[in-house]
């Protein structure tokens, strides 16, 4: 069927259907600037549309029948004007598709209007060709002045003539549109984000003016108006903003958001954010509150569907692997007893979110590593990593960050402000007022979590299907109504398995000392019993295992393939200098130990050298005091070593004797005798070793 209207592509040309019936067609070339109606028989059309000689296309002008001329326009009164002369007689169809009758209803539209034959004309060959419309007939405005070509002024600029400003002015030329571009892109689009000030005064000294300025010569130069409009029509807002702001900064803080993060999700436990930020608090120490330990850590892991806190962090530890490790094993965790560890007393249906997710999405340097392996392959938890710089993917827990730090504003004496430290005369070091710890702290960082877990409605939750409109818009009964009517998406494995994955393995050596890992050694009673320690153990020489950075006391020994498997190992007596210890306090021992080792080595070293030395030059005193003999001589040496021997050992005794014995001309200090008697002297001369042998 050829409906009136359609438009269709006959080899080279296009054409409009007019009009039709079960016997011919009547159609126009709506390209021709002189086309007329021409009839062609239907059964012709059908075997040039079966041949695909005739295809059915898009109407290329329908954007102008669908468009009304303003109000009062120039155009609506042309068009008021064509259709009053031409309705009457496009509504008699087919009469107006035959010339002879054609010739007679154009006489009447003639009469009616007042315009002439070739106008009439016009307007029915616009109406016919541009979508047989009302609004086909309004004037064609969009196509004067050239729109979208840029004007070429060589002499004269464009523009009234100036009134009260000096000068003509100049044209915007070629080469000084050249000089905008330049002057442009290498002040306004960069990141230095220079003032538009700055750009044009740039554009006057390249542009030539002699310095130094003065106001006669900025006479005949480009205006700033001009600069400005040049600049506001060649380049769009979105190119400025991309080009000033970065793509990395636009991405980020300027490109669309038209989605939202709950939409994503179906059910609780289904996605987990996880984030980390610096605490705009600085903390004291709890050994001695007078030494300030800077400002906490916090890692929060969030519940998209709920808004809910599923595990958090607060430490001194950077952001990293590790702490986010940390917050990843308290979303497993028993809320009650973690809450019990700082005075805070809860019950279950307080903070009943725990539980491993089926989706995590991270920060890309906290989530690479074997713990994201384990997570995935065996907890079945699929980690989606952030791309850099677009803290933007991760909404919710970027909010819960400014939530709970305006919270806690009010409560703390050192808090962060913008105003930097010591710029005024009087300005105040907020760093010097702080009298939170970091268990203080973290209290209450749980009482602020409590309270938003319980008692915070999320005003911009946007509701999914088929959560009922009457549910208060609060994470604890978003939770429990997900869990109750959207199952199967939690994960609840044993809480010690997840931490000891989530833990950093490495290899240790096997020794006959036990287990060797960082200078310390493990053992535990399954090794022993396999004879790992035994002086002739075959079996291999390392074995994986996990350790806990937070204590040395104990590792877990991963000897099988299986990350179910695992056998605690304890730290034995020979390492018992570093047990109650963290690894990192170990590894700084372990640093000063070699460090201490190192100068040790230097200082065993030059000693050695100058023993060397010293050795040498007895060597050579011996040998210059040293008698050169002849052969004969060398002979009657050798026969008498035992009698040498012995004589050299009588004179050294000799000499020891001599040594030990008092001499008799020394004075002797007075000694009067209590009773009177006169003491007896007392010789304390060594016997003499010849008159002792005489006796035996």
């Known amino acids: 069927m050829f409906m009136p209207n359609d438009v269709y592509l006959w080899d080279e040309k296009r054409i409009r259907i007019l009009w039709s019936n079960s016997q011919a067609v009547f159609w126009i070339d709506i390209d021709d600037p002189k086309a007329l109606p021409q009839v062609e028989s239907k059964v012709q059309f059908e075997h040039l549309l079966a041949s695909t000689d005739l295809k059915l296309i898009d109407d290329p002008y329908e954007k102008i029948s669908m468009t009304p001329p303003k109000p009062e326009s120039k155009s609506e009164k042309i068009q008021e004007r064509a259709w009053a002369a031409i309705k009457d007689a496009v509504y008699s169809e087919p009469e107006i598709y035959n010339r002879k009758n054609r010739g007679k209803l154009l006489e009447e539209a003639m009469l009616i209007s007042g315009a002439t034959k070739q106008t009439v004309y016009r307007w029915l060959r616009q109406y016919w060709q541009f979508g047989k419309c009302k609004n086909t007939l309004g004037g064609r405005y969009e196509n004067s002045g050239a729109p979208g070509k840029a004007r070429t002024f060589k002499d004269k600029r464009s523009g009234a003539p100036r009134t009260r400003a000096l000068g003509e002015g100049i044209p915007v030329t070629n080469e000084i549109k050249a000089l905008f571009r330049v002057c442009i892109e290498k002040c306004l689009l960069n990141q230095d984000q220079y003032e538009f000030e700055y750009a044009y005064n740039q554009l006057l000294i390249a542009y030539g003016i002699k310095l130094p ?21 060649e380049y769009t807002p979105l190119e400025v903003t991309k080009k000033r702001e970065g793509e990395i900064n636009y991405l980020k803080d300027f490109s669309p958001s038209l989605g939202t993060s709950t939409a994503e999700v179906p059910g609780p436990g289904y996605l987990y954010q996880i984030d980390a930020t610096i605490a705009d608090v600085y903390l004291v120490s709890e050994e001695d509150r007078s030494e300030i330990i800077g400002r906490p850590t916090l890692y929060f892991v969030v519940d998209v569907f709920s808004r809910g806190i599923a595990g958090m962090y607060i430490g001194l530890e950077n952001a990293s692997w590790v702490s986010a490790m940390e917050s990843l094993g308290n979303t497993m965790a028993d809320k009650v007893a973690y809450c019990a560890e700082f005075g805070i007393e809860i019950t279950e249906e307080m903070w009943p979110i725990h539980g491993l997710p089926e989706n995590i999405i991270g920060d890309k340097g906290e989530m690479l590593g074997r713990h994201v392996e384990v997570l995935s392959e065996s907890f079945h938890v699929e980690i989606q990593n952030t791309p850099a710089y677009r803290a933007d993917w991760k909404g919710v827990v970027e909010r819960y960050f400014r939530t709970v730090q305006a919270s806690m504003k009010p409560f703390v004496e050192s808090y962060v402000t913008k105003k930097p430290i010591g710029k005024k005369r009087h300005g105040k070091d907020y760093r010097l007022d702080g009298t939170l710890t970091l268990k203080e702290f973290t209290k209450m960082m749980i009482k602020i979590v409590l309270h938003y877990l319980n008692d915070h409605e999320i005003r911009t939750y946007d509701i999914d299907s088929g959560v009922p409109l009457d549910l208060p818009r609060i994470p604890v009964e978003l939770w429990n109504w997900g869990i109750q009517n959207r199952t199967g998406l939690l994960r609840r494995p044993n809480p010690e398995l997840v931490k000891v994955n989530l833990l950093p393995h490495t290899k240790a050596t096997i020794t006959e000392h036990g287990l060797k890992l960082f200078g310390c050694y493990y053992s535990c009673s399954q090794a022993l019993e396999w004879g790992w320690f035994e002086g002739n153990y075959r079996g291999p020489k390392t074995v994986t295992v996990a350790y806990d950075l937070y204590s040395t006391n104990q590792i877990y020994l991963r000897h099988t393939d299986s990350y179910s498997d695992f056998i605690p190992a304890q730290l034995t007596s020979r390492s018992r200098a570093y047990a109650n210890i963290t690894v990192w306090e170990l590894w700084r021992a372990q640093d000063i130990r070699l460090d201490v080792a190192a100068t040790s080595k230097l200082r065993k070293r030059s000693g050695a050298v100058n023993l060397t030395n010293e050795l040498d030059k007895i060597k050579e005193e011996s040998k210059q005091k040293q008698p050169s003999y002849t052969q004969k ?25 001599a040594e030990r014995t008092p001499n008799p001309q020394e004075s002797s200090a007075t000694v009067t005798p209590i009773h009177g008697a006169q003491p007896q002297k007392k010789s304390f001369k060594l016997p003499n070793l010849k008159n002792l042998l005489k006796e035996d």
């Not at 006669?216 to 001009?226: F, G, H, S």
């Not at 001589?633 to 004797?657: A, C, F, L, P, V």
């Open 633 to 657: 001589q060398k002979s009657q040496r050798r026969k008498g070593i035992t009698e040498n021997k012995r004589n050299e050992r009588q004179r050294e005794r000799n000499k020891k004797t």
């Open 213 to 233: 300025c003065t106001p006669k010569k900025l006479i005949n130069v480009p205006t700033e108006r001009q600069f400005r409009y040049f600049y506001k029509r």
